[in-house]
């Protein structure tokens, strides 16, 4: 019984070539079709008489992150030294064992819902 054939290997002169994530439209485009290309970072949003109507909300850090539902982790310290007959306290608890498994496994850890 004879073995198959391995895949031929793909000469070095091919290189790879990355796409660019953000395509470049000519500014002849631009002008013809009115269409503008959206920037990068976001601005303030304001009404007709100038006032600043919402701010752009952050962007996340970059990497993985765990989003905790509490305002910081004093909130969570409170709830867990609660009677354990409540839940809130076991909410607690939780939280914060996922707050230092997060922090011992190298992950952002973000605050509020």
Known sequence: MALPEAAPIAPPDQQVQEIPTVPEVPAAVE????????PSTPQPLQDSSGATVAQPVP????????????????????MAKGNAANSQTWFGVFWLKKIKKAIKDGLAVLFGS
């Open 59 to 78: 962007a996340p850090p970059s990497g993985p992150s765990i989003t905790i539902p509490a305002a910081n982790a004093q909130v969570l310290t409170q």
């Open 31 to 38: 002008q013809a079709t009115g269409v503008q290309a959206v």
